[in-house]
């Protein structure tokens, strides 16, 4: 059996800035409150015109320059995002338009855990023969889904996007999955209208349910809950322990997640990547994102073990053990 290793790594940010200080000037919220309650101090916007794929075209061009590879050596495209450029086509069909791709392409929707599906998705076609080269592309513009007069919400979101290309090898890179998901807490975070269960209407928009709506101390406590356990799954279904992690990686949701976790794991605070402060939630390019910068800062050596870990709506959560095996 083959087995996928991640050979490019790339991502993109919109240039448009909102900071704390842009937010205390629309909602009653505070520099101070933001920064303390979440790490946050600002995030990027994508631009009028950006729409997702316009984000994962960019980040997927930098991780495929990173490869060094063409269009052509591209077998597969799976785009993880919970914030599609419409309801269809997808968001991966308009992305492998935009890059010149003539591969299958498709979405996977696991809200802020999507990146981590995908993910599985391109290993699972990797080590069964099905594909040799597979783009993997976490992209949101969940700023477009919330409500800039909800401070519970508005404070947290940016957009952005980070791609993997991933290639069979014969050394493994990466060494595990563990998935999960409990649709009975789909409630605690959602957007309820839009889709088949309650189609937009003008009743919709007045009532502003085609918002993000979130019970955030709930969601604190499962991100806190599960984080741990799915990275310990995962570690001991690639033969490791928490002492072998060289980098943790989560989602970027809270610097109080991650820190929660990061002693609730007993892994040194130095040991968690974060780069919240200037990114905000970015949903499923949240882990791409920080690996590229851990990555480009030259914060990455082979042999190094990464453990990527997600949760998001759904509920859904994921943890993936990477064994770092390209040069830098
Ligand atoms: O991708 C996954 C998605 N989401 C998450 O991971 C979110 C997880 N949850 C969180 O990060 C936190 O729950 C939040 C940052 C959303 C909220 O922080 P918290 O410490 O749980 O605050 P809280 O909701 O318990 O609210 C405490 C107080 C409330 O006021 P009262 O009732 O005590 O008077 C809120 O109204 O803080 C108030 N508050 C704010 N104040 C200033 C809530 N948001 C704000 C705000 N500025 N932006």
Not at 3 to 12: N, P, Q, R, W
Not at 207 to 228: E, S, Y
Not at 261 to 266: P, S
Request: hydrophobic residues 45%; contains cysteine; proline residues 4%.
């Amino acid at each position: 059996m083959k087995h996928a290793a991640i050979i490019g790594v790339g991502s993109y940010l919109p240039n448009r800035r909102l900071t704390n200080e842009d937010l205390e000037g629309m909602v009653e919220t505070s520099d101070e409150w933001i920064t303390t309650r979440t790490g946050i101090s600002e995030r990027r916007l994508a631009e009028k015109d950006q729409a997702t794929s316009d984000l994962a075209t960019h980040a997927a061009r930098n991780a495929m320059r990173d490869a060094g590879i063409t269009p052509a050596d591209i077998d597969l495209l799976v785009v993880g995002t919970s914030s599609p450029d419409m309801i269809f086509p997808s968001t991966a069909c308009i992305t492998q338009a935009n890059l010149g791709l003539t591969c299958p392409a498709y979405d996977v929707m696991a809200a802020c855990t999507s990146f981590i599906f995908a993910l599985q998705n391109a290993t699972a076609a990797i080590e069964s023969g099905r594909a040799r080269t597979v783009l993997v592309i976490g992209a949101d513009a969940l700023t477009r889904h919330v409500d800039f007069s909800d401070r519970g919400t508005c404070i947290l979101f940016g957009d952005g996007a980070g791609a993997f290309v991933l290639q069979a090898a014969d050394e493994p890179g990466v060494l595990g999955i563990d998935l999960g998901a409990d649709g009975t807490g789909g409630d605690m975070l959602k957007i309820p209208a839009g889709g088949s269960a309650m189609p937009t209407t003008v009743e919709t928009i007045e009532a502003g349910l085609h918002f993000v709506q979130m019970v955030g101390n709930d969601v604190f406590k499962f991100a806190v809950r599960v984080i741990p356990k799915t990275t310990e799954t995962a570690l001991a279904a690639s033969g490791l322990s928490v002492d072998d992690v060289t980098w943790l990686v989560p989602h970027q949701a809270n610097q109080r997640i991650l820190d929660t976790v990061a002693d609730r794991l007993g892994l040194p605070h130095e040991r968690v990547v974060s780069n919240i402060a200037l990114t905000g939630n970015t949903s499923a390019a949240s882990i791409p994102l920080a690996v590229d910068e851990l990555y480009t800062s030259g914060n990455l050596r082979p042999g190094d073990i990464l453990a990527l870990v997600g949760f998001g709506a759904g509920l859904t959560w994921g943890a993936a053990i990477v064994r770092w095996t390209k040069e830098v």
